[in-house]
């Protein structure tokens, strides 16, 4: 595997339901970063982690919850979602410059 | 805070056709800018990006940017639009250290007519 990598692609769950997104970069980055991407509307920046410490929490709901074990890893669990969180929700890392590396994203949608 | 302004929401063009999509930045110092594209159901992808230097940058698949400072603005362009390129093109502008947070614009969408 190369780049950044996401899974589930889709994932459809009830307001229920706990489910978790991973994120997982092969880059060597060090930095990684959660956004969410509505319809219509600019992307969102979520959660910002740097050598796995979270640096930035852009006034997420706390039924959005991330952990990164690891540089390489980041995951989102999510519980008691609402219909307005469907989205695609992309992940990205940066390495030592500005740039980031984005995953091709997963696609939520909560019923 | 810095934003990005991309006026234009849907662009058509023709194959073959050259292209221009517009971007204006507001960002008090010198900012780091970059482009990115995004097929349907896809990632962002980094088209290029400009740091410092010439203000003329090329990137992948032919296409490049001038940075114009007095206008604030990061314009890319390409001479020839292939079909392929049917997709959205985000501006970004980078901000400050610590976290190296990037702030997107709305993204223009690009339609290539045969």
């Known amino acids: 595997e190369t780049g950044v990598t996401q899974t589930p692609r889709h994932l459809v769950m009830g307001m229920t339901n706990k489910k978790s997104l991973k994120c997982e970069q092969h880059?060597?980055?060090?930095?990684m970063y959660w956004y969410k991407q509505s319809a219509k509307k600019p992307l969102e920046l979520m959660f910002v982690?740097?050598?796995?410490?979270?640096?930035e929490n852009n006034s997420v709901p706390s039924r959005f919850s991330p952990e990164c074990p690891n540089s390489s890893h980041l995951f989102l669990h999510l519980h008691t979602l609402q219909p307005e969180d469907s989205a695609l929700y992309l992940c990205?890392?940066?390495?030592?410059?500005?740039?980031?590396?984005f995953g091709p994203g997963t696609r939520l949608t909560v019923t | 805070a810095q934003s990005v302004t991309q006026p234009d929401i849907h662009i058509t063009v023709s194959e073959g056709a050259s292209l221009e999509l517009r971007c204006n930045y507001s960002?008090?110092?010198?900012?780091?800018l970059f482009w990115y594209v995004q097929s349907p159901g896809q990632g962002l992808q980094l088209l290029l990006k400009?740091?410092?230097?010439?203000?003329l940058v090329q990137g992948i698949k032919g296409f490049e940017a001038e940075f114009k400072r007095s206008q604030s603005s990061f314009n890319l362009r390409k001479p020839s639009v292939h079909w392929s390129d049917a997709a959205e093109y985000f501006c970004?502008?980078?901000?400050?250290?610590?976290?190296?947070?990037?702030?997107f614009g709305k993204g223009t969408k690009l339609s290539v007519i045969p």
């Open positions: 990205a890392s940066r390495g030592s410059t500005y740039e980031q590396y």
């Open positions: 880059l060597g980055h060090n930095a």
């Open positions: 982690y740097n050598f796995k410490e979270q640096t």
């Open positions: 960002y008090g110092a010198t900012p780091y």
């Open positions: 400009y740091f410092s230097g010439d203000t």
């Open positions: 970004a502008v980078g901000s400050g250290a610590g976290s190296y947070q990037l702030t």
